[in-house]
């Protein structure tokens, strides 16, 4: 990937331009929905309170997450919704987006743990980054997920 075209964008809800929505409703759909083969409301009422974090290469969406705020899907703070386009999967741009969301989620709520929902298949991904396995695994939508906490 050539950094000199790549580029990190965080935005409230409000201030997602239309282009920028439908590049995140987009690649939400293509790996949640079509590539996972899960059937679940997306749309579920967190985005309007949550900062969206864009990783972009020239206008194409590379990877995204979004930050929640304390009290919002956990009693912490919380990253959710990460997704990288299967174009650039294997590129690092994965591990960057999850390195600027740790950064960033303190800057924006404080220092203290993040909980997120994780894939179990992800675990040793989120455990690179100092998450910590918290509880018993659980289906979501039919896929395998277990509470990790970053403390």
């Given amino acids: 990937m050539n950094t000199a075209t790549t580029y990190f964008s965080t935005k409230s809800f ?16 293509e790996v949640f929905v079509v590539e996972q083969n899960c059937v679940f409301q997306d749309a579920d009422n967190k985005d309007q309170e949550s900062l969206h974090l864009m990783y972009w290469s020239n206008n194409e969406l590379v990877a995204y997450c979004r930050l929640l705020p304390p009290g919002l899907a956990y009693d912490e703070k919380s990253i959710g919704r990460v997704v990288s386009s299967p174009k650039y999967r294997n590129t ?52 395998e997920h277990i509470e990790m906490v970053r403390p």
């Fill in 92 to 143: 690092g741009a994965g591990r960057l987006l999850i390195t600027k969301a740790i950064d960033l989620i303190h800057q924006e709520y404080g220092e203290g743990p993040i909980r997120i929902g994780a894939q179990c298949y992800l675990i040793q991904f989120y455990g690179s980054f100092g998450f910590i396995e918290e509880g018993e695994m659980y289906l979501e939508d039919g896929i």
């Fill in 14 to 29: 409000e201030s997602l331009t239309p282009s920028e929505l439908y590049a995140i409703i987009q690649l939400r759909n």
